[in-house]
Nanobody, 113 residues
Framework: QVHLMESGGGLVQPGGSLTLSCAASGIRVASTAMVWYRRAPGKQRELVASITSGTNTYYYDAVEGRFTISRDNAKNTLYLQMNNLRPENTAVYYC???????WGKGTQVTVSS
């Protein structure tokens, strides 16, 4: 059974940084395409970043250059380093495998002064 647990969210001022973690069980992040999504208030869920089972990465245009997706195979954990955060990055962030499987509860990121 796949279980994903996101953590690392919080309240941060504009321009600040956060690192989100996604601890996985039931799958090996090293050999699975993984994705970070987010859902902002009143909006649909959108893809933020993805990483293949190799090293290829993809970023939503609005976050490219500020966000970095990575994984620690030994810890079976996916990460999203977020720098220079903006108020429009406020959302609940979720990780998932691709194609999507079971969803975790997400982690809330709030960017506000």
């Amino acid at each position: 059974q796949v279980h994903l647990m996101e953590s690392g969210g919080g309240l941060v001022q504009p321009g600040g940084s956060l690192t989100l973690s996604c601890a996985a069980s039931g799958i090996r992040v090293a050999s699975t395409a993984m994705v970070w999504y987010r859902r902002a208030p009143g909006k649909q869920r959108e893809l933020v970043a993805s990483i293949t089972s190799g090293t290829n990465t993809y970023y939503y245009d609005a976050v490219e250059g500020r966000f970095t997706i990575s994984r620690d195979n030994a810890k079976n954990t996916l990460y999203l380093q977020m720098n220079n955060l903006r108020p429009e990055n406020t959302a609940v962030y979720y990780c998932n495998q691709f194609p999507s499987g079971a969803w975790g509860k997400g982690t809330q990121v709030t960017v506000s002064s």
